[in-house]
């Protein structure tokens, strides 16, 4: 059974600082990866998407990248705000079907 | 603009009661799907459904039922068998056949009074 896991588990840093957020997974025969921003009490908006077959995805700000050999996958973020305060969650999809889900990254960006 | 409709956004439901919480989409997505979040942990998935009148139980599925009579529409009914059903509640779609993103809605909070 696959397992996420996303470290740290929260993370506070003043506005302006690059920053890497970590996920690690243990079944490496996925479909894809994906990225999800989580407001306090709102759904999950998703940020990136990163097939198998891929390396890297880049929105803006934000740069995804995928190790399936070593199963991880990392969320960088360029020049944070505090807009960016949020909790970050890394969702793995291994089949049609079956997509788990990492406990996140609470981010607090500080003016 | 397509995208999926959760309601309500908060729900309180008295010991012994049933509850159903609605999710209707518009983005032609076959597979829908709930999921439950506690705090401090990540989503578990409930029920989902690939096409419309079948749908399978998730991790958690006990004390909990669904319908998808329509591709629309896939509601979750919390049951009184449902011990500790406090939670904030996701659904979600994506369209089969491809490597696609999921699309969720802005949640449920359900709350045992």
């Known amino acids: 059974k696959q397992e996420v896991t996303q470290i740290p588990a929260a993370l506070s840093v003043p506005e302006g600082e690059n920053l890497v957020l970590n996920c690690s997974f243990t079944?490496?025969?996925?479909?894809?990866l994906q990225w999800f921003r989580q407001d306090p009490g709102k759904g999950l908006t998703s940020l990136l998407l990163?097939?198998?077959?891929?390396r890297e995805q880049t929105s803006g700000r934000l740069n995804a990248s995928l190790d399936k050999s070593s199963g991880r996958s990392t969320l960088y973020i360029a020049a944070s705000q505090p807009g960016d305060s949020a909790t970050y969650l890394c969702?793995?999809?291994?089949?049609?079907?079956?997509?788990?889900f990492g406990a996140g990254t609470r981010l607090t960006v500080k003016p | 603009d397509g995208g999926i409709t959760q309601s309500p956004k908060y729900l309180f439901r008295k010991e012994g009661q049933n509850v159903t919480l609605s999710c209707e989409q518009n983005?032609?997505?076959?597979?829908m799907y709930w999921y439950r979040q506690d705090p401090g942990q990540g989503l578990r998935l409930i029920y989902y459904?690939?096409?419309?009148?079948?749908?399978q139980k998730g991790d958690i599925a006990e004390g909990y039922s669904v319908s998808r009579e329509k591709k629309e529409s896939f509601p979750l009914t919390v049951t009184s068998a449902q011990k500790n059903p406090t939670a904030f509640y996701l659904c979600?779609?994506?369209?089969?056949?491809?490597?696609?993103?999921?699309?969720f809605g802005s949640g449920t909070r359900l709350t045992v009074v």
């Open positions: 983005l032609n997505h076959d597979a």
């Open positions: 079944d490496s025969a996925i479909y894809n």
């Open positions: 969702a793995v999809r291994n089949d049609n079907n079956d997509m788990r």
């Open positions: 459904s690939q096409i419309v009148n079948d749908f």
């Open positions: 990163i097939q198998s077959s891929q």
């Open positions: 979600a779609s994506h369209r089969t056949g491809g490597k696609n993103g999921y699309t």
